[in-house]
């Protein structure tokens, strides 16, 4: 599916899943690359930035997240290929991404509006790029309230359901770092390119979009931290708890096998065996163990092992 949105002299056009008629259409429109064109129309597993002719191919990978949790999608990263020209950018993805919509929303409002902020397809790509980062940022928040009521529930005494919960959050964190991690370089590799092409006053754009990639940074390290520190807590919590189980059950066994003695020992089918045969023999045995286990219980108390 092909979209077309134009500002003034500025086109973007947004391509999902698409066609190779679509392509070929562009490619003659812009004059782009045919080595370009043939890798629009299949997912790339490798980010790239390069220059060809006028034009600029990158390729960058964003998690794939909704609401502080992996999106349904077959894949934890979603691609977006950019091609920035002078006067047009190119997007091209496989799947829908939300924040593209809310920024095609903000640019057709301006162009009715005759704001048109961007000059030229670098500083659209840096405002596209930029309102991603700010989307994922809005993902770490979410990320931070889910840890924040796994806390409270770890504090609640749900120990063990909660392991699982740490364990799905580690991996969405881990999926999302994965996937931003070749970010730096790739916009770092981005800004020489992009100063041939449009200046070397389009540095303070890009130098923009890595500070925006910084932060999401800074917030997965934080969030990474934060589940560190809940996974350690909680493991504490889980094994205090296993050991208080384990030391009751111990007193419970040291408690019964002097009954269990007492009980085996009267039991054997002996002749001579004293209180065996009195009037109140049940009774008296059964006192008798009852003393024992309550002297017991007592030491135990004393010893503070109860």
């Not at 979209?3 to 003659?28: C, F, G, N």
């Not at 290929?81 to 939300?98: C, M, P, Q, S």
């Not at 370089?185 to 979009?209: C, H, I, K, Q, W």
Request: hydrophobic share 40%; with cysteine; charged share 25%.
């Amino acid at each position: 599916m092909l979209t077309r949105y134009a500002q003034h002299a500025l086109t973007w056009v947004d391509l999902v899943a698409p066609t190779p008629s679509e392509v070929r259409a562009l490619m003659k429109e812009f004059d782009l690359d045919p080595l370009i064109a043939e890798e629009l129309l299949v997912p790339s597993f490798k980010p790239k930035v390069e220059r060809r002719g006028d034009a600029i191919y990158m390729i960058l990978h964003f998690p794939a997240m909704r609401n502080g949790m992996r999106a349904s999608s077959s894949r934890p990263e979603q691609e977006i290929d950019f091609v920035i020209g002078k006067h047009f950018l190119i997007t091209a993805r496989y799947e829908n991404i939300d924040p593209l919509h809310s920024f095609a929303k903000a640019f057709e409002v301006n162009s009715v509006l005759g704001r048109g902020g961007s000059t030229h397809g670098g500083h659209l790509f840096a405002g596209m790029v930029r309102k991603l980062y700010e989307a994922l940022g809005n993902e770490c928040d979410n990320l931070h309230r889910h840890l924040q009521d796994i806390e409270d529930r770890i504090f609640k005494g749900d120990e063990r359901r909660m392991v699982i919960e740490l364990s799905q959050t580690g991996r969405v964190i881990h999926d999302f770092r994965q996937a931003l991690a070749p970010h730096r370089d790739m916009l770092r590799s981005y800004e020489p390119v992009g100063n041939r092409v449009f200046g070397a006053e389009y540095s303070y754009y890009v130098r923009e979009t890595i500070g925006a990639y910084e932060r999401v940074e800074s917030a997965l390290e934080n969030l990474r931290d934060s589940l560190s520190e809940l996974r350690a807590t909680n493991d504490s919590l889980l094994n205090t708890k296993q050991n208080e189980i384990m030391k009751t059950l111990t007193v419970l066994a040291f408690v019964f096998l002097p009954l269990q003695f007492i009980a085996s020992l009267f039991g054997m089918n002996t002749i001579n065996n004293p209180i065996i045969g009195l009037p109140a023999d049940f009774w008296i045995l059964l006192g008798g163990m009852g003393i024992l286990a309550f002297t017991c219980f007592l030491y135990f108390k004393r010893k503070g092992w109860l």
